[in-house]
């Protein structure tokens, strides 16, 4: 999606009636357009998700602009280093009809009828995969209340 310079700039409140389904809202994309702007939902330490839409008036393509992508790698989550989590946001992506994965972004194709309910659920998704730098953290506490629960005694002691 290159950059946001051809893109008309959205302010806040109007990417987020956007994204809360707002049909009045969506009814600018049943012309062609270009358009962008931040959500609420931050990258943490990195900035506000963008979401960037293109509408030829009956389709739209709504992508991330490729920061989600980025934003897991600078947290040492490489999809094409990591295949567990590869295959966890592959799954995570393809349950969202429309939505899927390419040069680095991922994006949604969706009519401009269905953008009230798709968008929305593409938003979620970004979100929840943002929240996947935690699960390795997450699982390291199970594993370490598991070993405490057994009573295995390391070098150390008992954790």
Known sequence: ??????????????????????????????????????????????GPVLLF?????????????????????????????????????FHAVREVAGMGMGNGAVHLETSVEELTETLPQFVQTIIEIIGLRHSKYKDALVQLSQRHGEGDSGPWGTF
């Open 1 to 46: 999606m290159g950059g946001s310079s051809k893109y008309r700039q959205l302010d806040i409140s109007e990417v987020m009636l956007l994204v809360a389904g707002d049909k009045d809202a969506a009814a600018r994309l049943t012309e062609p357009c270009a358009l962008v702007g931040p959500t609420v939902f931050t990258y943490p330490g990195k």
């Open 53 to 89: 839409l293109k509408s030829d008036g009956n389709r739209v393509r709504a992508t991330d602009g490729g920061s989600l992508v980025k934003y897991l790698e600078s947290q040492g989550q490489d999809l094409a280093v990591d295949s567990i989590l590869s295959r966890t946001v």
